[in-house]
C-alpha cells in the first residue's frame, strides 16, 4: 500500500482548497473569538463605568458629611425618642426625618423622602435649616431654607444618614449609605463614613 505523508495531504488542501464544511467550522471558531473579546471588553466598560459612578457618589456624599459635621459644630443631636426630634421650620410633605440637630437658630433636620420636583431622580436626602454665609458660618436667622443634598437615595440596605456612638468621649461616627441602582450594572451600595470630635446628646 502506499503511503500518503501529511505534506502530500497538505499540499493536495492547498491545490484543492477547503471544503464548505471546513470553512464553515473555521467562520464558527472564529466568530466565538471575536464574541469572546467582544464580551470582555463590553465587561471593562462596565466596570470602568461602575467606579467612575462610585466615585462621583463618594464625592458627594464627603460634601455632604462635611455639611453634618459643620451643623454639628453648631449644636447638639437630638435622640429620637425626644419631642423635639423631627420638628421641622420647613414642610416635610411625606419626607422622613433621619437626623435632628438642635442649633442657636432653630433645629437642622435632614429628611428623606420624595423629591420636591421632576428634576431629580428617585428619593432625596434634604436639609432643613439656615443657611451658611459667605463667611462661611452658619446663619443666625430664623428664616430655614429647604435643600435637596442628593438624590437616587434608596436606603434599602440600611439607614441613609446616622450618627453612631464610638464608646469615646466625644467621638462620634458619620455614616451616609446609599444604594445605587442600574439596569447594566444592578445594583450596589456606596457607603461614606468620618469620625468626628463633638459632644453629642446621644
Not at 196 to 201: F, G, H, I, P
Request: net charge neutral; proline share 3%; hydrophobic share 40%.
Amino acid at each position: 500500500m502506499k503511503r500518503i505523508s501529511v505534506l502530500q495531504i497538505f499540499r493536495t488542501r492547498q491545490r484543492n482548497g477547503f471544503s464548505l464544511v471546513e470553512m464553515i467550522i473555521s467562520l464558527s471558531l472564529g466568530g466565538l473569538v471575536v464574541l469572546a473579546i467582544a464580551h470582555s471588553i463590553v465587561d471593562d466598560l462596565t466596570n470602568s463605568s461602575k467606579v467612575l459612578k462610585s466615585f462621583q457618589v463618594t464625592s458627594s456624599q464627603k460634601l455632604v458629611l462635611d455639611l453634618v459635621e459643620s451643623d454639628l459644630s453648631y449644636g447638639a443631636l437630638i435622640d429620637y425618642s425626644s419631642p423635639e426630634f423631627g420638628q421641622s421650620g420647613c414642610p416635610l410633605t411625606g419626607r422622613k426625618p433621619i437626623l435632628s440637630i438642635q442649633a442657636e437658630s432653630g433645629v437642622i433636620t435632614y429628611t428623606v423622602g420624595s423629591a420636591p420636583s421632576k428634576i431629580w431622580n428617585g428619593d432625596v436626602l434634604m436639609r432643613c435649616g439656615p443657611a451658611y454665609g459667605l463667611d462661611g458660618r452658619l446663619s443666625h436667622s430664623n428664616q430655614f431654607q429647604n435643600r435637596v443634598l442628593l438624590d437616587n437615595v434608596s436606603c434599602e440596605s440600611g439607614e441613609c444618614l446616622r450618627l453612631e456612638p464610638t464608646g469615646l468621649d466625644g467621638i462620634s461616627k458619620i455614616i451616609l449609605n446609599q444604594d445605587l441602582f442600574s439596569g447594566s450594572h444592578g445594583s450596589w451600595a456606596v457607603k461614606t463614613d468620618r469620625y468626628v470630635d463633638t459632644a453629642l446628646a446621644l
